[in-house]
């Protein structure tokens, strides 16, 4: 069983950049298809990018396509979230999670593994 664990959240200017890690606990994350899911102050979680284990195959909410950017570094095994050009409305908990072969990765229900959250603050 994986833990995904969230660090690199804190505040920053809009703007700014921030890079997201998620860890993995208790196993790697080969195998996994891993995304990064967000929830602001009274709103429901959100989709923010997957990417998938076989193929590497990225996805993108619109709202952060061509400024935030998933990878994977098999070496540290862990997943990260570059985020650049942040706006006031990219504040939020981050949420790393993982699934496997998950049908549908822009979407919540596939992943079985969540972490705790990091929070990201982006000031106007």
């Known amino acids: 069983q994986v833990r995904p664990v969230e660090s690199g959240g804190g505040l920053v200017q809009a703007g700014g950049s921030l890079r997201l890690s998620c860890a993995a606990s208790?196993?790697?994350?080969?195998?996994?298809?891993m995304g990064w899911f967000r929830q602001a102050p009274g709103k429901l979680r959100e989709f923010v990018a997957a990417?998938?284990?076989?193929?590497?195959?990225?996805y993108y909410a619109d709202s952060v396509k061509g400024r935030f950017t998933i990878s994977r570094d098999t070496a540290k095994n862990t997943v990260d979230l570059q985020m650049t050009s942040l706006k006031p409305e990219d504040t939020a908990v981050y949420y790393c999670?993982?699934?496997?072969?998950?049908?549908?990765?822009?979407?919540?229900?596939?992943?079985?593994?969540w972490g705790q959250g990091t929070q990201v603050t982006v000031s106007s």
């Open positions: 208790g196993r790697t994350f080969s195998g996994y298809d």
């Open positions: 999670a993982a699934g496997g072969s998950i049908r549908r990765p822009t979407t919540a229900p596939g992943y079985g593994y």
């Open positions: 990417m998938r284990w076989s193929g590497g195959d990225t």
